[in-house]
């Protein structure tokens, strides 16, 4: 199995450059107020490129204003080769297509799944059997698992794909990658929901987005509810379900083929330094 | 610094360069129709129980839906009838080949209704209306998150006829994206002011067992984005706060009418397809009154009757449980508040009294 690291920090970066893995994926997956500026860009991709390791550049969703930023950084990659991004907004999809070199990997933001959801309400509700069946089948699909939309992010170029480590969705996921998409698996932290409200700036009294002193780089938080029994937390403007990765669950990919797990270095994976990104490596890697 | 008549003073100027937008209001039944229809709707947008899926349930219930396409029809020949458009949502924000069959016989059916447009949140649902009915009108869900100018141009070349915006833009960014698109562009005006992105937000409302026994307790309680949570330091679990840190709430834009008047957005969505008629009835009539002082240019008259607004309770079928969420302007949680700095506005009466249901539940549970 391939790991990558994922991190929208500089100081983290060069952390994880020092590591086993074999791709880094640099760039803020969520929050536009993350990008980076062009000379920090063309650090990591020195810094990167420097080890040997492959460089994928991640965006989040964007306003106008963030479109515009990153349409240096766009011309940057594309003219030094063939580099991956990971693309969260159809308007960056769109964009792409003046930037031949650069191919899009769909994020998880482009990507539907109902299984993402903390509750599996869904799949317990008292109904007959048959419904039961039906709903739960379609509980575990992906918005990919459908000839049509293939073959429409295929005619746009797209090659590859970001999905959550839910073990009961893997079977459908197989399906993607025999399609022909290359598979990115995250692995502990699943989004459940992402706002531009940012709930993080807002808890920490944050003025405004222009004055946004990113708490998020230095605090997550766990969001504790009696009556809902699902690990949540809050990093910056997502909320994730925090999961572990066990064996048992593994054993659903060894045959398929996936191109990398995904590992996220944040205060909320409190992987932030070498050692321990080489610590969840071993321990992911012992699982296959 | 513009005061509020000059605000209006150009809303109204740059609005005669074009049309007055559009108010779209939500139905859930043939009643609905009739009384949003008088109420001075120009739209309606409703959704329609789709027979094979009617237990996959994501965000609303399918009291939510019409239930029949019989339904439906009488629905659709009463606003034909009136010179207002329908349209459907088949918003799935996903489609799998185990859903295909149910879809196109479902949208065969709408379009066998003669409805005048599908709201669509997928590529692959897309697909299909083109396949079924090319020509019919396609409008972009907010599932598809639109947040830039170049997604809407992007739908554009997909062949939608309109982009309903994500609710989490600026006044400013919905601006330049009206002022630089080809086709419609449509925003919320009032109901649910979701915390979080609609096509990236996996907080299900249905049916889930606790989610129910809270909502059945708690008034106004409709998602679970209200809650309350202990908020605790990830490094050491220690408590900092207890508060509904995501804060979602029934949202208003009385007061930003004549700017998004100016913005030359095209269509005014009204959301509520699970309320009673009779509050569809009266939003709709509210937004009405306000968007035609506007456009008769009754300047006076439109700011007296927002601030009579402001202090308002919606007609609501249970008057003897009025909650905050009744009044129509809940003072800084309009849509078009600022993103980060708007105080969490729960009342401490509110608070408390969420707190102790919740403890009831919870030696319940």
């Not at chain 1, 003219?79 to 994020?107: A, C, F, M, Q």
């Not at chain 2, 079924?132 to 062949?159: C, H, M, Q, R």
């Not at chain 2, 005006?189 to 067992?209: E, Q, R, T, V």
């Not at chain 2, 330091?233 to 207890?242: C, F, P, R, V, W």
Request: hydrophobic share 35%; proline share 5%.
């Amino acid at each position: 199995m391939k790991f990558s690291i994922q991190t929208e920090d500089l100081n983290m970066l060069k952390e994880s450059v020092q590591s086993n893995c074999y791709r880094i994926r640099f760039g803020p997956e969520f929050c536009e107020l993350k990008t980076p500026s062009l000379s920090q860009l063309k650090e990591a991709y020195s810094l990167v490129t420097s080890k040997g390791k492959e460089f994928v550049y991640v965006t989040p969703f964007f306003s106008d204003s963030g479109l515009k930023k990153i349409r240096e950084h766009l011309t940057f990659l594309n003219e030094i080769g063939r580099n991956d991004i990971v693309v969260n907004d159809l308007g960056t999809l769109n964009l792409l297509k003046n930037y031949p070199s650069l191919k899009p990997h769909l994020g998880r933001q482009l990507v539907f799944i109902p299984a993402r959801c903390p509750w599996p309400q869904i799949t317990e509700r008292k109904i007959d059997s048959l419904a039961k069946s039906y709903v739960e089948e379609l509980f575990y699909q992906t918005s990919l698992n459908y000839i049509s939309t293939i073959q429409f992010y295929k005619k746009w170029g797209v090659d590859g794909i970001d999905v959550d480590w839910i073990p009961k969705c893997f079977p459908n996921y197989e399906f993607l990658a025999k399609n022909g998409f290359k598979l990115s698996i995250h692995t502990n932290l699943t989004p459940v929901t992402v706002t531009r409200r940012c709930h993080t700036a807002r808890f920490s009294r944050e003025k405004s987005i222009e004055e946004c002193s990113r708490p998020c780089s230095r605090k997550a938080f766990l969001l504790k509810h009696d009556l809902l029994n699902s690990n949540l937390a809050l990093y910056g403007n997502v909320v994730f379900q925090v999961k572990d990765v066990k064996s048992e669950e593994a054993k659903g990919l060894y045959n398929m083929d996936v191109a990398e797990l995904v590992i996220s270095m944040n205060p909320l994976t409190k992987i932030q330094k070498l050692e321990s990104i080489n610590s969840k490596i071993r321990e992911l890697d012992s699982l296959f | 610094m513009l005061n509020e008549t000059s605000i209006f003073e150009v809303s109204k100027r740059e609005s005669d360069k074009g049309k007055t937008p559009k108010l779209l209001s939500p139905i859930r039944s043939y009643e609905g129709a009739v009384r949003v229809v008088n109420a001075g709707a120009d739209e309606l947008y409703c959704g329609v129980i789709v027979p094979e899926m009617r237990d996959f349930v994501l965000y609303r219930g399918p009291k939510t839906d019409i239930p029949t396409y019989n339904e439906l029809g009488q629905v659709v020949r009463y606003a034909h009838d009136h010179h207002v458009s329908v349209g459907v949502t088949v918003n799935n924000p996903f489609m799998t080949e185990k859903m295909e069959v149910p879809l196109r016989k479902h949208i065969r059916a709408c379009v066998e209704q003669g409805v005048d447009a599908f709201i669509v949140g997928d590529i692959g649902v897309l697909s299909i209306v083109k396949d079924i009915a090319p020509n019919i009108k396609t409008w972009a869900s907010t599932y598809l998150a639109s947040t830039n100018f170049e997604t809407v141009d992007f739908l554009s070349e997909l062949g939608f006829n309109r982009v309903i915006l994500e609710r989490q833009l600026t006044i400013n960014e919905i601006t330049e994206i009206a002022h630089k698109s080809k086709i419609e562009i449509e925003v919320f005006i009032h109901g649910a002011g979701c915390s979080n992105i609609n096509g990236k937000c996996y907080l299900f409302h249905f049916d889930y067992p606790p989610l129910a026994q809270a909502r059945n307790r708690i008034r106004g309680l409709h998602s679970p984005c209200m809650l309350p949570f202990k908020v605790c330091d990830a490094s050491d679990e220690k408590i900092l706060d207890d508060l509904p840190v995501m804060d979602a709430f029934t949202g208003c834009s009385i007061c930003k009418l004549p700017e998004l008047v100016r913005a030359g957005v095209s269509n005014f969505k009204i959301v509520g397809r699970d309320d009673w008629p009779i509050v569809q009835e009266n939003t709709t009539r509210m937004y009405r009154e306000l968007i035609d002082l506007i456009m008769s240019d009754h300047t006076e008259a439109f700011w007296k009757r927002v601030n009579e607004l402001k202090t308002h309770f919606m007609i609501s079928p249970s008057l003897s449980l009025l909650t905050l969420d009744d009044y129509y302007c809940q003072q800084e949680r309009c849509f078009y508040s600022p993103l980060f700095h708007t105080p969490y506005r729960i009342p401490s009466s509110w608070c408390t009294w969420t707190k102790m249901q919740f403890k009831k539940l919870a030696v319940v549970e």
